[in-house]
């Protein structure tokens, strides 16, 4: 690379050095700490990825247990958050919500300036993504039933201390005391873990810059969930039902992808930065997807609309779906309300950007790019014609 070459979004530009994930090696694939996505998909709880992620190695059974406990205590949110939460908006977006809640937490129980240091002793803050990730479902499903009831949702009412972070989800949105469906469980917790990480995402570079001034998790968390916010990143699986919704057969899906491309519009949930010959976790959504579409109340028109789709992309643009496109249908057919999946996203990745926030002190040096300058050549300030301030 040139000295003076711009790399516009930095494409192709390797920031650093990590041994978090791989996304893309020889153009497909995902391993996160060398295991493969696949793998762990189909043999372990989101649990355990949370632990591998930010430990580097898979848990022993005791560990996994001391993790359960410590995320059962996390599900607890403190009054002034619950009282936050009932401040804010019934219209604010859910993902605002989760960025705002993480900054109360960080009020109410502050990383200790002492543990902001460049430490091999990463623990604290690996603590602190484990309260952040169990309290961030309750968070989300006690601000949507506060507004749409005015119910102050109990939370332990409805759980137990062996229910998974997907089960505790499932039951706090649907408020019932019983182990959620089994397909609709191992739907969340496998979306759980294929939404866990992906390497330097913006989302997680993000966290990383903020992270390089030696700020606080709670600061490093809120920047990721506004990175993670936007349409072209995490905000893509909401999008894309959102054009689902309105297609009611493969006639109009086949216009509306016609008509977006002829416009050069961008048809959310397909292409990505890295992989250019698909991503390794649609397949995993997208079996999901075709499996809830199977249930006597899944809906196989959507998923037939969701393939139609696929299909033209590849042919037409040669473009393959990500990771949201089939999310989509899949949370959709849980019965999630469309403005929670972004929201479920964090709470899987939280474990990914505290990877990367331990990794990013633990070899730190401040991130700042320099720009082009393209602004008008160095000048005088005018005579007169304006006003004089300064004293
Ligand atoms: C979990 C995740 O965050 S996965 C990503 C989720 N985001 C989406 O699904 C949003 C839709 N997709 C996109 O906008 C893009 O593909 C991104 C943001 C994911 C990647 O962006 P880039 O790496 O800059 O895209 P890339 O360089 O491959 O684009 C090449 C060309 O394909 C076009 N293109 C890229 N994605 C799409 C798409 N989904 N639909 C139509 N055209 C597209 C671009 O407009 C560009 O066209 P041009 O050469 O005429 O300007
Ligand atoms: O890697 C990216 O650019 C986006 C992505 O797929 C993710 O964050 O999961």
């Known amino acids: ?117 460049m430490t091999k002793e990463h623990e604290d803050v690996i603590r602190i993504g484990e309260r952040l990730t169990g309290s961030f479902g309750p968070m989300i499903c006690y601000w949507y039933h506060f507004h749409q009831s005015g119910e102050r949702l109990d939370i332990e009412r409805y759980l137990e201390d062996d229910d998974s972070l997907s089960q505790v989800f499932l039951k706090l949105l649907f408020k019932s005391a019983a182990k959620p469906d089994a397909l609709h ?38 920047t990721a969930i506004g990175t993670l916010r936007g349409n072209l990143h995490g905000g893509a699986n909401e999008a894309v039902m959102h054009f689902l919704e309105d297609l009611n057969n493969e006639q109009e899906a086949a216009d509306m992808v016609n ?20 991503d390794p976790r649609n397949a995993v959504f997208k079996d999901l997807s075709h499996q809830l579409s199977q249930k006597p109340e899944g809906k196989p028109h959507l998923y037939a609309i969701s393939q139609h789709i696929e299909g033209m992309m590849e042919n037409l643009k040669g473009m393959y779906a990500n990771a949201d496109f089939y999310a989509a249908s899949a949370y959709h057919q849980v019965g999630i309300p469309t403005y929670l999946f972004t929201p479920l996203f964090v709470v899987a990745r939280t474990s990914g950007w505290i990877a990367h926030i331990v990794e990013q002190r633990s070899q730190n040096r401040i991130i700042r790019p320099s720009s082009a300058y393209i602004g008008p050549a160095e000048r005088d300030l005018p005579s007169g014609g304006f006003v004089k301030s300064k004293l």
């Open 1 to 117: 690379m040139a000295k003076d070459e711009i790399r516009k979004g930095l494409v192709g530009v390797i920031a650093d050095k990590s041994a978090v994930s791989t996304v893309g090696r020889k153009d497909v694939g995902l391993t996160y700490r060398g295991y493969r996505i696949e793998d762990l998909a189909r043999e372990c709880s989101f649990e355990q990825v949370l632990w591998l992620l930010t430990r580097g190695a898979l848990p022993t059974p005791d560990e996994l247990q001391q993790l359960q406990k410590r995320l059962v205590a996390a599900r607890r949110l403190p009054d002034e958050v619950k009282t936050c939460l009932e401040q804010m908006p019934a219209t604010a977006h859910p993902m605002d919500v989760l960025r705002t809640g993480c900054s109360v937490l960080g009020t109410l129980e502050p990383e200790l300036v002492d543990n902001v240091r």
């Open 259 to 278: 008509s977006k491309l002829s416009k050069k519009e961008v048809i959310m949930g397909f292409g990505h930065r890295i992989y250019k010959n698909g």
């Open 185 to 222: 469980n191992k739907v969340v917790d496998t979306s759980y873990i294929l939404y866990a990480e992906h390497d330097f995402a913006a989302s997680t570079f993000a966290s990383r810059v903020t992270a390089s001034t030696m700020s606080d998790v709670y600061s490093c968390i809120s």
